[in-house]
């Protein structure tokens, strides 16, 4: 068998659009999902049970169970439960934002609880109390060491993203098995398409050990 | 032209070391317990001048941290009361729970604490002008012109825009003195605040104390340090069981302890030193 790696380049056109679809739906759920992550973190820390229980459930089962059969579901399953149609994309995005709510709710929480309790101490013995303690103290500094385990998510996101290709979304996963299938050359096309999640996953991990020895140590501890 | 004062204002007040009443802080019959098994205030009376540097000594789980969080109002009591400047501030059987029951008297205290607790994610300036900015409602332009005196009289100025983490510890320690002094409180409470410097450090720090002290600053001080505990206060407070078991000048207390307690404790600590 006769290996011919130039004929991916050839492709290239459609595997950008593929590429192009894959990063717009990660963008999107994760801003979507970290903004949800993060209303969600705060409820999660609310008296009452009626908040507190709900809230902590989604979260367990969204964590506790594979992200595909979450796809699946939305997909399959809700609209025959609840009697309504959902464009695919919609149902795509509702899933990874679902997804990417409950796992960044729980960066969030990490962070928020990380804050030592000194800093609250020192908010009190200043007299910044409340909504002046938490915009300008606690916030900030939780936010700041989200940062790196945010970005892990996010990475994680538009790895676990080419699951949608399985509900027949033209992403780059999609796109790439189908030239593999139709040029019987999967070994080129799934290499090519393995090589470009890692072109665009590496830098971003890399960005959180950077992120880690430089920024938070100058400014969150 | 004076000597550059840390102390904005201070009310006059005679000067009498030996006197053990007052009426700046009077503390009757407090009590404080975490759970059944340890008693930190033991039913505790102390008083204080509004020129008296108390500082507090006696082994570890005898409850002077927490009388310094007390008055701050970070933890609460169960039972007593404690007045600050003529006024009811905290009392254990109201239905706070022992916490401050006045807000404004609660911001003439400020308090320093052993690790320092700087906001890291702030610059020196903004560190120093939050609170007066948020709690006095200062403008940016007047709080940044105080904390430009501040941190030039502690010879800090050049440390204006660093951030924490850039600072030495002796260097964060003097930075939190300033931000607590920015708010001009007429009690300053110390935490044992030299015991994570490097010993190298621990001068500078108090240097700056004693500078308060010559300024009349009301303080209260935890410290391990007997020898700066000697120079500093004007009495000295011994603690054991959640209790007073002496007090008195510093002279008297480190050369002539009255209690037996007293001069085993000091045997101790000043042979380890």
């Known amino acids: ?221 | 032209m004076t000597a550059p004062l840390l102390v904005a204002a201070q009310p006059q007040a005679s000067f009498v070391p030996d006197s053990a009443g007052g009426d700046f802080i009077q503390l009757r019959d407090v009590y404080k317990s975490y759970g059944e098994g340890l008693v930190v205030m033991d039913h505790l009376n102390l008083d204080m001048r509004a020129d008296d540097r108390l500082v507090i000594i006696g082994p570890s789980g005898s409850g002077k941290s927490s009388l310094l969080r007390v008055m701050m109002g970070l933890e609460s009591i169960q039972g007593g009361t404690i007045s600050f400047q003529g006024k009811s501030y905290i009392d254990g059987n109201a239905r706070n729970h022992g916490k401050p029951l006045d807000v404004r008297l609660q911001t003439q205290v400020g308090m320093v604490f052993q690790h320092y607790t700087l906001f890291p994610h702030l610059s020196v300036l903004s560190n120093l002008i939050l609170a007066p900015m948020k709690v006095h409602g200062l403008s940016k332009v007047q709080a940044t012109e105080k904390a430009r005196l501040f941190l030039a009289r502690l010879g800090l100025e050049s440390k204006l825009n660093a951030y924490p983490s850039q600072l030495s510890g002796g260097q964060k320690q003097r930075v939190a003195i300033a931000r607590a002094l920015m708010l001009e409180p007429k009690l300053m409470l110390f935490d044992e605040v030299t015991s994570a410097l490097d010993p190298e450090m621990v001068t500078e720090v108090q240097n700056v104390m004693m500078q308060l002290a010559e300024e009349k600053m009301a303080m209260i001080i935890v410290t391990h340090d007997m020898h700066f505990a000697r120079n500093i206060a004007s009495r000295v407070v011994f603690c054991a069981n959640g209790k007073v078991v002496e007090q008195g000048p510093p002279a008297q207390i480190f050369t002539q302890p009255k209690e037996p307690r007293t001069r085993e404790f000091l045997e101790k600590v000043l042979h380890l030193d």
């Open chain 1, 1 to 221: 068998m006769q290996l011919d790696f130039m004929v991916v380049f050839s492709y290239w056109q459609v595997l950008a659009k593929g590429l192009a679809l894959t990063l717009a739906f990660t963008v999107s759920c994760a801003v979507l999902g970290s903004v949800c992550g993060f209303l969600l973190s705060l409820l999660r820390l609310s008296k009452s049970p009626l908040i507190r229980i709900p809230t902590g459930l989604y979260v367990e089962l969204f964590r506790g169970t594979p992200l595909l059969i979450q796809l699946f579901w939305i997909f399959f399953c809700l609209p025959v439960v609840f009697g309504i149609s959902v464009p695919p994309y919609v149902s795509v995005v509702l899933a990874l934002t679902l997804y990417m709510t409950a796992i960044t709710s729980e960066t969030f929480r990490g962070a928020l609880k990380s804050i030592p309790s000194e800093q609250h101490d020192a908010c009190t013995a200043l007299g910044v109390a409340s909504w002046n303690k938490v915009f300008y103290v606690i916030f900030p500094q939780a936010l700041l060491r989200a940062v790196p385990p945010l970005l892990s998510n996010v990475v994680s996101l538009f790895k676990e993203s080419a699951l949608i290709s399985s509900v027949g979304i033209a992403d780059l996963m999609f796109v790439g098995q189908n030239i593999s299938n139709s040029t019987a050359r999967p070994v080129e096309f799934l290499s090519a398409v393995a090589v470009i999640y890692f072109l665009v996953a590496f830098p971003l991990t890399r960005l959180v050990g950077v992120i880690e020895t430089r920024m938070l140590r100058r400014y969150a501890y």
